[in-house]
């Protein structure tokens, strides 16, 4: 796969490191997860701060199921989220909620559990295992996979399911948390601020090595 290394060195040096994901706890970036799905990251915010300090895998356990609705409304999907949330913290039961714990176990063990938790699709799950549990799997999101076309990838490497093209991301740069943690932090803040819908490509900082295709995988 092209440039992958080149790609990041150059996010890297012109944005610095991202300090992701916008948590304070790892049980908040778990719920964040499940929040930011179909969704804005600033309607997960007004979600988070609806819980007015109580957020905590004790109160999600306790709470009704219509009261956690009414309390992450803002991030849309509130019914369905509300039960994806109560699932999240059943899982998270197991290890007597400690993170510690539930970092123990091995990472396709985890991923497995965390694919089975409802509610919980790929995507969600490898953003869990990076940022929550410090497992490198790689997050192929809709940013990941306009970058990778617009940058130059063969189609064939940006097309096809899921984990096709995440064992082929992972099996071109070396399996190591932090990279992961970083790159894609990396992409997402350069698909905010260059490699938009629209690209603004004048003055992005990949445009002498990027293949500037347009159209969209
Ligand atoms: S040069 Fe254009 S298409 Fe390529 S990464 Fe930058 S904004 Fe995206």
Known sequence: MKGLSQLYNILFREYGPRYWWPASTPYEMMVGAILTQNTAWANVEKALANFEG?????FIASVSGKELARIIRPSGYYNQKALSLKALTGWFEKYSYEIEKAREGEGQALRLELLAVKGIGRETADSILIYALNKPFFIVDAYTRRLLFRFGCAVDD?????????LRIENNIPRELKLYNEFHALIVEHAKRCCRKLPLCAGCPLAAVCCQRILEA
């Open 54 to 58: 109580r957020l905590s895998p004790q």
């Open 158 to 166: 940006i097309i096809g399911s899921y984990e096709d093209l995440r």
